[in-house]
């Protein structure tokens, strides 16, 4: 079982909705959720965090954290064409810093 | 904006060659890692340092890898003697380990790395 899981896609929505990416982590220790966007040929570029419990908005994101069942979300909305990406789900463990990263899911936003 | 710098961008060597990354993290970035991501795979750690010791190795390739960020600044991942299996990016990322806080890492632009 790998320690972080995504499904890598495509997830194709259109213009405007709602995109909805999914991680679940096995360790149960883990106490910091990361999501990077990473554009084709590209670096990880980091889009936000979350620590707690519940559902942390920035902007169009909004990330949602449920420790109890190992899985943590990201919503984006109105999404838009410069949206399609990779998106990766990091998790930084009990007493490790370094990031333990999903395969990533590929998002696609149709015009 | 303060940036992660990485060099080169780009590197083409064949296997059995020497190759070597650089990286210089975000100013006053004690944390320094070195991640290495196959094509349609997430990033893996390599190394890892706190100012200039090494904190975590455990997945670097001792045999043939190598890396060291003598003053505690900048840093340099070496490869000898590549292999084809070594193409890939090779991202590196720092933090501000700040007490009480997340640790946010940042990555640099990367090295892509293709062995003929």
């Known amino acids: 079982q790998k320690e972080v899981e995504q499904n890598s896609g495509p997830l194709s929505v259109p213009e405007g909705a709602i995109a909805s990416l999914n991680c679940t982590y096995s360790?149960?220790?883990?106490?910091?959720f990361f999501w990077y966007r990473q554009y084709s040929g590209k670096s990880p570029e980091l889009i936000m965090f979350?620590?707690?419990?519940g559902d942390k908005e920035d902007g169009r994101f909004t990330a949602q954290l449920n420790k109890a069942s190992q899985y943590v979300s990201l919503l984006i909305r109105d999404s838009q064409p410069s949206d399609s990406a990779t998106y990766l789900c990091a998790v930084m463990g009990t007493g490790r810093r370094a990031l333990t990263f999903g395969s990533g899911t590929r998002l696609q936003v149709q015009p | 904006e303060a940036e992660v710098a990485q060099s080169p961008r780009y590197k083409i060597t064949e296997k059995s060659q020497a190759v070597a990354f650089w990286c210089d993290p975000i100013?006053?970035?004690?944390?320094l890692y070195w991640y290495r991501q196959i094509l349609g795979q997430g990033p893996e750690l390599l190394v890892q340092?706190?100012?200039?010791?090494?904190?975590?190795d455990s997945q670097l390739p001792k045999d043939r890898f190598s890396a060291e960020r003598l003053k505690g600044v900048d840093s340099t991942l070496k490869i000898q003697p590549a292999e084809l299996g070594d193409s890939a990016m090779y991202l590196c990322?720092?933090?501000?380990?700040?007490?009480?806080?997340?640790?946010?890492?940042?990555f640099g632009p990367g090295t892509r790395l293709t062995v003929l």
């Open positions: 990322a720092s933090s501000l380990r700040v007490a009480g806080s997340t640790d946010t890492q940042y």
């Open positions: 340092f706190q100012d200039e010791s090494v904190v975590d």
């Open positions: 100013s006053g970035h004690a944390t």
């Open positions: 360790d149960r220790g883990s106490q910091s």
């Open positions: 979350i620590y707690s419990n």
